[in-house]
C-alpha cells in the first residue's frame, strides 16, 4: 500500500529539518575558559582553539572535551556536556594548572638512549672493576654481568608520576680492545601513564629526559675511566 503524503504534512516535515539545527545553536552554552598559564594550549574536541583563554561552546543534547596542554605542567581534561539532566555549565572556567612532577624531577639530555663510546687506558681488568663500581652506585640490581665478553645489563629501575611512568636501565659492551674501548648507553623511557607496568615493553618509548638522580652517570663514566 503507497501513502500520499499531502503538502501540509510534507510542509511540517521540511520545516521540522529546517529549524533542527537552530534548537541545537538555539539551546547552547558557553563557557568562558581561562587558564593560569597564559601560554597554555587550549583543545576542543581535539583542535587547538587558543593559548591561555578560549571560548567553549556546547551545542544543545552535546558534550564537549576540553584538554590543556603546556611542557613542565600536568594535563588537565574537563569535559563540559549541555544535556538536559546535566548541571548547567558555568559561564566562566579556571584551570590552575600543576606542575608535572615528572619534568621536575628530571633534566632534558642529548646522551639519553644512544651508544657513547669510552675510551679508557686502564688495564681491562681494572677498568671492569672501576665500570661495576661506578653502575652499582647508581642502580642496585645487575640483570647480566660478563666480565669476559665486557657485556653489564641493569634491571629496569621503574618510578611513577602523577601522569608518567619512567623506566631507567644501563647498558654497557666492549666495543675494542685496541685501544680499550667500551660502549655506553643510559636507557630512559616513558609510558605517558602513571602506575605503568615496568615489563608492559609496548607502552614505553624513549624519553629525551633522564631523571636527576641518573643525570651524573655518564660524566662520572667518562671523567674516571680516562
Same mark, same amino acid.
Given at each position: ?6 503538502? #501540509? ?11 533542527? #539545527? ?6 547552547? %552554552? ?5 587558564? =593560569? %598559564? ?26 564537549? /572535551?576540553?584538554?590543556? !596542554? ?8 574537563? /569535559? ?6 546535566? @548541571? ?7 584551570? &590552575? ?7 621536575? @624531577? ?5 646522551? @639519553? ?10 688495564? !681491562?681488568?681494572? @677498568? ?8 652499582? =652506585? ?9 666480565? !669476559? ?38 636507557? =630512559?623511557? !616513558? ?7 615496568? &615489563? ?19 660524566? %662520572? ?6
Amino acid at each position: 500500500m503507497t501513502k500520499k503524503i499531502t503538502f #501540509p504534512a510534507l510542509f511540517v516535515t521540511m520545516l521540522i529539518m529546517l529549524l533542527t #539545527p537552530a534548537t541545537a545553536f538555539a539551546g547552547k %552554552e558557553e563557557v568562558q575558559l581561562s587558564t =593560569s %598559564e597564559i601560554d597554555a594550549e587550549i583543545y576542543i574536541d581535539g583542535k587547538l582553539m587558543g593559548k591561555g583563554s578560549a571560548e567553549v561552546v556546547i551545542l544543545s543534547n552535546s558534550c564537549v /572535551t576540553v584538554r590543556v !596542554e603546556k611542557i613542565g605542567y600536568l594535563t588537565e581534561t574537563i /569535559t563540559f556536556c549541555n544535556k538536559k539532566h546535566d @548541571a548547567v555549565p558555568p559561564k566562566t572556567y579556571y584551570v &590552575k594548572m600543576a606542575k608535572d612532577d615528572a619534568y621536575d @624531577a628530571s633534566i632534558q639530555t642529548d646522551i @639519553a638512549n644512544i651508544d657513547i663510546e669510552l675510551k679508557t687506558k686502564l688495564t !681491562e681488568t681494572d @677498568a671492569w672493576k672501576l665500570i661495576s663500581m661506578i653502575v652499582t =652506585s647508581y642502580f642496585d640490581v645487575i640483570e647480566v654481568t660478563d666480565r !669476559e665478553t665486557g657485556y653489564l645489563r641493569t634491571s629496569w629501575v621503574v618510578q611513577s608520576f602523577q601522569q608518567n611512568t619512567i623506566r631507567t636501565r644501563m647498558i654497557v659492551k666492549l666495543g675494542d680492545t685496541d685501544p680499550l674501548t667500551y660502549k655506553i648507553k643510559l636507557v =630512559s623511557e !616513558e609510558s605517558k601513564k602513571p602506575g605503568t607496568s615496568v &615489563k608492559s615493553d609496548e607502552l614505553y618509548r624513549e624519553w629525551d629526559r633522564v631523571l636527576r638522580k641518573y643525570s651524573n652517570v655518564i660524566d %662520572e663514566l667518562q671523567s674516571r675511566l680516562k
